[in-house]
């Protein structure tokens, strides 16, 4: 049974920097490509990075030289988060990366960010 569970969400002025964490059960995790996703409110969903088991790592352009993917070897990905802006307010997920458009049957909590200008 999948499991991910993300943090470290929370409210930071524009120009912060957060740091959230997913950790993922029920997956191949050690060769799994790994992805962040955000939605804002009245949008869809997108990708925001992706990360593959060998660490190479792939960025929406909005986010490109702000965000940081990164991985650990105990089923945890990681997104870090500098010089925040306001359309980065949005609830983060985390999962299997399996290509764009794929139709994923399970999602976690999410984690908000909020971003105050």
């Known amino acids: 049974q999948v499991q991910l569970v993300e943090s470290g969400g929370g409210l930071v002025q524009a120009g912060g920097s957060l740091r959230l964490s997913c950790r993922a059960s029920?997956?191949?995790?050690?060769?799994?490509?790994m992805g962040w996703y955000r939605q804002a409110p009245g949008k869809q969903r997108e990708l925001v990075a992706t990360?593959?088991?060998?660490?190479?790592t792939n960025y929406a352009d909005s986010v490109k030289g702000r965000f940081t993917i990164s991985r650990d070897t105990k089923n945890t990905v990681y997104l870090q988060m500098n010089s925040l802006k306001p359309e980065d307010t949005a609830v983060y997920y985390c999962?299997?990366?399996?290509?764009?458009?794929?139709?994923?049957?399970?999602w976690g909590q999410g984690t908000q960010v909020t971003v105050s200008s």
């Open positions: 990360i593959t088991n060998y660490g190479s």
């Open positions: 999962n299997k990366y399996r290509g764009l458009g794929y139709d994923y049957d399970y």
């Open positions: 029920g997956i191949t995790f050690s060769i799994s490509t």
